[in-house]
């Protein structure tokens, strides 16, 4: 799952900055005369420093809260302009365990979008200043980009340890279906320590990356695996389900999924309705479907419906045809998505 980190690593730390936690909050000053780091930001090596501003119309508190997010703001671009153009290849290298289906890009996307935003520890407001005079509210936010660096590599390790535990602690003789059901957590936390490993990146006075044990790098190549070999039976419960057999067969496979009759870890039961209409000249076919997965066993892990239209100036079938595409486009992501949901 390869991400720009330029783009990446800024939203990462805008939202993470900007909700983070700034310790006590300075006496605020009023005064007519602006203290020197309004005009002149602090440059402490080892340190980072953010001023910002905001207007003041009635509340001088939500101005300088506006200030201090201003001030975050102001204290990333500096951050992000310390990182050179290669880390972009550094970062995909360290997140990339070999090529990925799209089964699993899906599943680790769903993963990561569930993922809160990591919080800077070592960042805080060191002062504010309100200018009664002009109506302006200034703040200065500080960043310790040693001590931010240590403690993100620290939880790192945390994370690191505990997933090659999780790892170690599911055997390789089970059943395909319970080894996945059994290491997606671990996923999670592969997907935490790489918005730490980012955020690390950008802090770092070194920009340095933090690299993957090769236990842990190992784990993910074998979850990955795990997701390949995943097999399921497909079954049409009525006469429009068999007609979108064939193009749901095509999808479920691009992502990764293996079809098969015997001996599947999964079963995808699904129906289909077409509703065919024509008005204006036009052909409109309205398509739906249901499906239902459930274990080997019989136990129903989850069912849902999507919907999907197709139009069309030429002919009904041209419509129908474009219907069912879309209609098992939106199954085949919901089903990957599922798979995850109901079987972590």
Same mark, same amino acid.
């Given at each position: 799952?390869?991400?720009?980190?330029? #783009?990446?690593?800024?939203?990462?730390?805008?939202?993470? !900055?900007?909700?983070?936690?700034?310790?006590?909050?300075?006496?605020?000053?009023?005064?007519?005369?602006?203290?020197?780091?309004?005009?002149?930001?602090?440059?402490?090596?080892?340190?980072?420093?953010?001023?910002?501003?905001?207007?003041?119309?009635? +509340?001088?508190?939500?101005?300088?809260?506006?200030? /201090?997010? *201003?001030?975050?703001?102001?204290?990333?671009?500096?951050?992000?302009?310390? !990182?050179?153009?290669? =880390?972009?290849?550094?970062?995909?290298?360290?997140?990339? $365990?070999?090529?990925?289906?799209?089964?699993?890009?899906?599943?680790?996307?769903?993963?990561?979008?569930?993922?809160?935003?990591?919080?800077?520890?070592?960042?805080?407001? /060191?002062?504010?200043?309100?200018?009664?005079?002009?109506?302006?509210? %200034?703040?200065?936010?500080?960043?310790?980009?040693?001590?931010?660096?240590?403690?993100?590599?620290?939880?790192?390790?945390?994370?690191?340890?505990?997933?090659?535990?999780?790892?170690?602690?599911?055997?390789?003789?089970?059943? $395909?279906?319970?080894?996945?059901?059994?290491?997606?957590?671990?996923?999670?936390?592969?997907?935490?320590?790489?918005?730490?490993?980012?955020?690390?990146?950008? !802090?770092?006075?070194?920009?340095? #990356?933090?690299?993957?044990?090769?236990?842990?790098?190992?784990?993910?190549?074998?979850?990955?695996?795990?997701?390949?070999?995943?097999?399921?039976?497909?079954?049409?419960?009525?006469?429009?389900?068999?007609?979108?057999?064939?193009?749901? #067969?095509?999808?479920? #496979?691009?992502?990764?999924?293996?079809?098969?009759?015997?001996?599947? +870890?999964?079963?995808?039961? %699904?129906?289909?309705?077409?509703?065919?209409?024509?008005?204006?000249?036009?052909?409109?076919?309205? *398509?739906?479907?249901?499906?239902?997965?459930?274990?080997?066993?019989?136990?129903?892990?989850?069912?849902?419906?999507?919907?999907?239209?197709?139009?069309?100036?030429?002919?009904?079938? /041209?419509?129908?045809?474009?219907?069912?595409?879309? =209609?098992?486009?939106?199954?085949?992501?919901?089903?990957?998505?599922?798979?995850?949901?109901?079987?972590?």
């Amino acid at each position: 799952m390869k991400l720009k980190v330029i #783009t990446g690593l800024s939203t990462i730390l805008a939202a993470s !900055v900007l909700l983070a936690a700034c310790g006590s909050n300075p006496t605020k000053k009023q005064s007519s005369s602006l203290p020197d780091w309004v005009v002149n930001e602090p440059a402490t090596t080892g340190h980072v420093y953010g001023v910002g501003s905001a207007p003041i119309y009635v +509340d001088a508190a939500k101005s300088l809260s506006q200030a /201090q997010d *201003a001030a975050r703001v102001s204290m990333i671009q500096k951050l992000k302009v310390t !990182v050179s153009g290669s =880390l972009t290849q550094d970062t995909e290298e360290v997140r990339q $365990t070999g090529k990925q289906t799209q089964l699993t890009k899906i599943v680790r996307n769903v993963i990561s979008s569930k993922i809160p935003d990591a919080q800077l520890s070592n960042l805080n407001v /060191q002062e504010n200043f309100v200018d009664e005079k002009n109506k302006v509210a %200034y703040s200065l936010v500080h960043l310790d980009r040693v001590k931010a660096s240590a403690n993100l590599r620290r939880q790192i390790s945390e994370l690191d340890d505990s997933a090659i535990k999780l790892g170690a602690e599911t055997a390789s003789s089970l059943s $395909t279906l319970k080894q996945v059901q059994l290491l997606v957590p671990a996923l999670s936390l592969v997907e935490q320590r790489e918005a730490l490993a980012e955020q690390r990146q950008l !802090v770092d006075m070194s920009n340095r #990356t933090t690299s993957k044990p090769d236990e842990l790098v190992a784990l993910e190549k074998r979850i990955q695996a795990l997701f390949d070999q995943l097999s399921v039976s497909l079954s049409a419960d009525n006469a429009a389900g068999k007609k979108i057999r064939s193009g749901l #067969t095509s999808h479920l #496979t691009d992502l990764g999924l293996r079809i098969s009759s015997n001996n599947t +870890d999964l079963n995808f039961s %699904y129906a289909a309705n077409l509703r065919p209409t024509e008005k204006s000249g036009r052909y409109y076919v309205f *398509a739906s479907g249901q499906v239902k997965i459930s274990e080997a066993s019989g136990r129903i892990l989850s069912e849902f419906s999507q919907e999907a239209k197709g139009v069309s100036g030429a002919s009904m079938a /041209q419509a129908e045809h474009k219907a069912i595409n879309a =209609l098992v486009k939106k199954l085949g992501k919901e089903l990957a998505k599922s798979l995850l949901e109901k079987i972590d």
